[in-house]
């Protein structure tokens, strides 16, 4: 099944599975990865695709999701432990290749990587992280920059940029830092994106 014809049945299932806020969020998301994608060079119907798909299990319990986890033979961490939405990501990917056999991996990457990244990330799982941050609903100091940098700067510039906003608002407002985080953010500086 071709990423344009998974998703009428993505959407379908997806405004089953998720409230109303989370599923124009959702649209969101995929309308403005699918942007990113065309302006970035990256396959736009696997953008949207994976934009649509990246919450999969947003509205899932901690309880539910650390069980889930935990099931797939995840590590769950203090950090997870503590903040168990951190999960839905990892989680979502799992139940997304489940839902939807054949599914691409690029896809199910970027689903798996979109709240606080990987090592190694493609384009596209860049992308779906990026527009999940800037999609039109999103309203936090400093997205306006992370918009007006679309095009103007390059991708590896743009992502260490949003990386960077993600970082600020976990440190202002006293958050738990996922030891992944602190992983990407290494990651990032060693490749001398930041």
Same mark, same amino acid.
């Given at each position: 099944?071709?990423? *344009? ?30 942007? /990113?994608?065309?302006?970035?060079? !990256? ?9 649509? /798909?990246?919450?999969?299990? *947003? ?51 970027? !689903?798996? @990587? ?16 990026? @527009? ?29 940029? @949003? ?10 407002? *006293? ?6 985080? !602190? ?12």
């Amino acid at each position: 099944m071709s990423d *344009r014809s998974m998703v009428a049945e993505v959407e379908a299932r997806l405004a089953e599975r998720l409230g109303p806020e989370a599923f124009k969020h959702s649209v969101a998301v995929a309308r403005t990865a699918e942007r /990113l994608a065309e302006e970035y060079g !990256v396959d736009p119907e696997q953008a949207y695709l994976a934009g649509l /798909l990246h919450d999969w299990a *947003r509205e899932m319990s901690g309880t539910e999701l650390v069980a889930s986890a935990r099931e797939y033979g995840f590590e769950v961490s203090d950090v997870d432990g503590a903040v168990p939405y951190l999960l839905h990501a990892r989680v979502g990917a799992r139940q997304v290749v489940e839902a939807f056999p054949g599914i691409d991996g690029e896809v199910v990457s970027a !689903v798996s @990587a979109h709240t606080f990244g990987d090592d190694e990330m493609s384009d596209l799982t860049r992308i779906v992280y990026i @527009a999940d941050m800037i999609e039109p609903g999103r309203d936090f100091e400093g997205v306006a920059r992370l918009r007006e940098a679309v095009g103007a700067v390059d991708l590896d510039e743009l992502f260490a940029s @949003a990386y960077t906003e993600t970082l600020l608002h976990l440190v202002r407002s *006293r958050r738990h830092i996922h030891p992944q985080t !602190v992983a990407v953010w290494n990651a990032i500086v060693e490749r001398g994106d930041s």
